[in-house]
């Protein structure tokens, strides 16, 4: 998991990448268990609930890693 869970940056955050332990569904965008659509993925500013609009996600079937595309770098703060 990139940034790492706990961890703090000064760095610009623009993606965030997961990998899971298994291959997931990649049914495409639209099916609602496909690990491609977006509405599957919420990243909420814990200070006052604002929601992060994703704005892409892309998946690597060979090495299970998911990669979550922000619209613009991450305001300072801490995110669930």
Known sequence: VSPAAGSSTTDDVSSIQ????????????LDPHSVLNL??????RLDDGAVVTLTAVNYNALTNELTLTLPSALAPGEYQ
Do not use: I, K, V, W
């Not at 997961?18 to 965008?29: D, T, V, Y």
């Not at 509405?39 to 909420?44: G, M, N, S, V």
């Open 18 to 29: 997961l990998q899971f332990s298994e291959e997931m569904l990649n049914a495409g965008s």
């Open 39 to 44: 509405t599957a993925y919420r990243l909420t």
